[in-house]
Antibody
Framework: EVQLVQSGVEVKKPGESLKISCKGS????????IGWVRQMPGKGLEWMGI????????RYSPSFQGQVTISADKSLSTAYLQWNSLKASDTAMYYC???????????WGQGTLVTVSS | EIVLTQFPGTLSLSPGERATLSCRAS???????LAWYQQKPGRAPRLLIY???SRATGIPDRFSGSGSGTDFTLTISGLEPEDFAVYYC?????????FGQGTKVEIK
């Protein structure tokens, strides 16, 4: 069974750094892209970017380029999303999902809630 | 980037009724790389339809997708109580992938 398990709830202050994770199991992690999706409170889904763990090829939405960094450690079957300096506007639920290519995002993590508040 | 517009924003229907949700793209979506997702409150999205018309594993056949080019439709042939949720379309043929703003299907 394909599973993506994300790290837990985070509460941070503006200006702090953060790295959240998404661990894949039940499939060959290096063969599928992993995507990150933001959902701000009460809002819709936003495609942030994707990474191919096999070679760490990464694509970003222009809206998120330079705001976050997506990375992966294939030895740990884990993808990451990180911020160097959080803002209150980064408060959101963040989902990772397996990108099956022609089948879209077929498996999703449970989400990581990030709250940024002074 | 491709902009997806979903309509209506909210659909108020009774159980057993047919739901028709639309998704229009600002430009042609290559190879019909259009997906539909269902999201319930407090839950992660779930893939329903990919390739515009193929049902994902385990999805009941009351869900069907159609369309090509710039106009796509998700149809729920007879609403079950568990179908009341928010539905999103997504194009994944062009980078960046983009989502529509969602259609909420609520109980009338």
């Amino acid at each position: 069974e394909v599973q993506l398990v994300q790290s837990g709830v985070e509460v941070k202050k503006p200006g702090e750094s953060l790295k959240i994770s998404c661990k894949g199991s039940g499939y060959t992690f290096t063969r599928y892209w992993i995507g990150w999706v933001r959902q701000m409170p009460g809002k819709g889904l936003e495609w942030m970017g994707i990474i191919y763990p096999g070679d760490s090829d990464t694509r970003y939405s222009p809206s998120f380029q330079g705001q976050v960094t997506i990375s992966a450690d294939k030895s740990l079957s884990t993808a990451y999303l990180q911020w160097n300096s959080l803002k209150a506007s980064d408060t959101a639920m963040y989902y990772c999902a397996r990108d099956y290519g022609w089948r879209g995002f077929d498996s999703w993590g449970q989400g990581t809630l990030v709250t940024v508040s002074s | 980037e491709i902009v997806l517009t979903q309509f209506p924003g909210t659909l108020s229907l009774s159980p057993g009724e047919r739901a028709t949700l639309s998704c229009r793209a600002s430009q042609t979506i290559s190879t019909s790389y259009l997906a539909w997702y269902q999201q319930k409150p407090g839950r992660a999205p779930r893939l329903l339809i990919y390739g515009a018309s193929s049902r994902a594993t385990g999805i009941p056949d009351r869900f069907s997708g159609s369309g090509s080019g710039t106009d796509f439709t998700l149809t729920i042939s007879g609403l079950e109580p568990e179908d009341f949720a928010v539905y999103y379309c997504q194009q994944y043929g062009n980078s960046p992938g983009t989502f529509g703003q969602g259609t909420k299907v609520e109980i009338k």
